[in-house]
Structure formats: C-alpha cells, structure tokens
C-alpha cells in the first residue's frame, strides 16, 4: 500500500470511528502531520479531557495514553505500538514509593506525569515540564517528595527554593545532553538562543537561555528577536519548529537527543491501530479514581 493510500484510509476510518489522533511533539514529523493536533504533555491531556471524539489515538508513550485513559475512561484510548513505553516512568514503582513514603510521613509527593498510573495513584498532586515549579509552588509545606525525575526536581527546587527529597529516576536521552555540546555549538552559532528540557541535567540548564516544557519551546521560537536556536531536549521538535518559523535556524544536539520509544509510532500502525481498534490503554477503576484526583489536583492548581 502505497503511504498516500495509508494516510487516507487512517482519515476514512478516523471519521467512521469518531476517532481523533494526538500526537506528542517528539513523534516522527510524519505522525505529527497526520495527527489533529501535537502539543507537549500537558497541552495533549488537556485535549483528551475535552475532545468530543469517542476514541482517542494517542501516538506517543504509554503513560501519555494513561493520562488520557484517566481523564476519559469513556473514551476508548488506543496506543499505536504497545511497546511505547517511556524509560524515566520505569524507574519508579507504587510498592518502592508506599516504602519511601513511610520514611518521610507528612511530606507531600509532587508527580511528574512521566509515571505509571498507580504511582499517580500514591501521590498528592501531579506536574508536567510546564508546571513543575507552579505546582511546588501551590503547596503550603516546605518539604516535599519529588518523583521520578531528579533533573525536573531540582530545576522546580532552583526555581522555588522548597526542599526537594528527589527520586533517583531521569530521562536517559536528555541525560546524553552535556555541557560540551551546547558550548561546541554555542562556538559555531555565537548568537543562537539556548533553550533546554527540564529533564536536562542542571549544568545543562545553567547554561540556557530558557528551561521550558516542548510546549514551551514553540511559544520561545516565535519571538521576533529568536532567529537562532540551539534545541537541547529530543530532535523531534524541531519538525514543528521549522514548519511553524520559516526562516529560522533550529540546531538539534545531533544524534545523541533520539527517544526511541517516540519514534516507534508510523503510520501504518497507526491505521492497523484504527482497523483493529488495538491496543486499548485501560487502568483499573480503582488506581484511575485515585490518579484522577492527583491529576486534576494539578489542572486546578495552574
Ligand atoms: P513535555 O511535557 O515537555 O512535552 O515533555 C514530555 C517528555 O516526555 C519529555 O521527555
Ligand atoms: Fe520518557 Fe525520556 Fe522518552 Fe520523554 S524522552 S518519553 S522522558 S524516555
């Protein structure tokens, strides 16, 4: 089948399912072209929370299309590939955060959504990349656990000066982001902008212009004075970035900055995905009521 035949069979069975695709900004610039809308974490959960559609593909990660699940259970949330799943958000458990919670009793735990459903479930309030510091910051205690990502917790403890117990977890493609690469560039491209992920280690984040979500990203791209810009998070922004700023340079960290997870959605299983109606992303009622709360705690909170 050729791919033009793949994209209008997804936009035929698209309609007749009542089906929307949302596509996370690190995918493929392919599945971002097809899908209805791309956006960063928070962005896409809260296009899952109002979409009128009856089923959701969600082409990126797992824990994305649980967000979506719990946010929407009567919606069916469909992920491409089941084996999307996002490194960072394995490095937690709920049995080895109930264990660590009883070591520091009182202390409220902040989630970045890079997680599991059921260790949402264990937590008081949820973040993504775009709230972090917000979120710590809606809390009334000084102390508070941070989990998985001990980049993005100590950026929102940077930012709020709270303090900060931060799980061991990380992202591993934004940890092969160092310093050497943005001054080897910085070199070349003298007066570009340096934007980073919070998910950057923090001699990363010293040396940016802007830490900001990928949603953020696209808001910094469009400022006038922004002609050049060295892109320290996972190349696959810089698709959206290039089409939505003509003219404008974007340099990635070349080939070190790839999540191979992101990159496992094509079009072709995001058809099979609409003819089988597979794989279906559903969390226990129980974990999703509870994870419902932590992440809606969160929507408020912002
Ligand atoms: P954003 O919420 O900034 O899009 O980040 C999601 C993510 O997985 C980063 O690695
Ligand atoms: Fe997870 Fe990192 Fe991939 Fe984001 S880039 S989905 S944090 S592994």
């Known amino acids: 089948m050729s791919q033009a035949d793949v994209l209008a069979q997804i936009q035929h069975l698209k309609t007749s399912r009542k089906a929307v695709i949302l596509a996370h900004n690190y995918q493929p610039a392919e599945i971002?072209?097809?899908?209805d809308f791309t956006g960063d974490s928070l962005e896409l959960s809260q296009q899952a929370a109002i979409t009128?559609?009856?089923?959701?593909?969600?082409?990126?990660?797992?824990?994305?299309?649980?967000?979506a699940y719990i946010l929407s259970p009567m919606k069916k949330v469909l992920l491409p590939d089941a084996?999307?799943?996002?490194?960072?958000a394995d490095m937690i458990t709920a049995e080895k955060l109930r264990a660590k919670k009883k070591e520091l009793p009182g202390v409220p735990v902040v989630c970045y959504v890079n997680s599991p459903a059921d260790v949402k479930a264990e937590s008081d309030i949820c973040c993504t990349s775009s709230n972090a510091a917000k979120v710590i910051e809606s809390l009334p205690q000084?102390?508070?656990?941070?989990?998985?990502?001990?980049?993005l917790g100590q950026w929102g403890a940077s930012q709020t000066g709270k303090k900060l117990h931060l799980w061991p977890g990380f992202c591993p493609t934004h940890a092969?982001?160092?310093?050497?690469h943005i001054l080897k560039l910085k070199e070349e491209y003298p007066t570009a902008k340096v934007v980073a992920h919070p998910e950057c280690r923090p001699e990363v984040h010293a040396l940016a212009d802007a830490v900001l979500s990928t949603g953020g990203f696209m808001q910094y791209a469009?400022?006038?004075?922004?002609?050049?810009?060295?892109?320290?998070?996972?190349e696959g922004v810089i698709h959206?970035?290039?089409?939505?700023?003509?003219?404008k340079l974007f340099i990635p960290i070349k080939e070190v900055a790839i999540c191979a997870n992101m990159k496992l959605t094509t079009p072709e299983k995001v058809l099979w995905s609409l003819q089988d109606m597979s794989t279906e992303v559903i969390v226990p009622e129980e974990i999703r009521l509870k994870a419902l709360g932590a992440v809606q705690r969160m929507l408020k909170a912002v």
């Open 176 to 180: 092969r982001i160092l310093p050497e």
């Open 222 to 234: 469009r400022q006038p004075d922004v002609k050049q810009m060295i892109v320290a998070t996972e």
């Open 83 to 88: 084996a999307a799943g996002c490194f960072m």
């Open 52 to 67: 009128p559609a009856e089923v959701i593909v969600f082409c990126g990660v797992h824990f994305m299309a649980e967000t």
């Open 142 to 151: 000084k102390e508070i656990l941070f989990v998985p990502d001990k980049y």
């Open 32 to 35: 971002q072209d097809l899908a």
């Open 240 to 247: 959206r970035l290039e089409k939505e700023n003509p003219g």
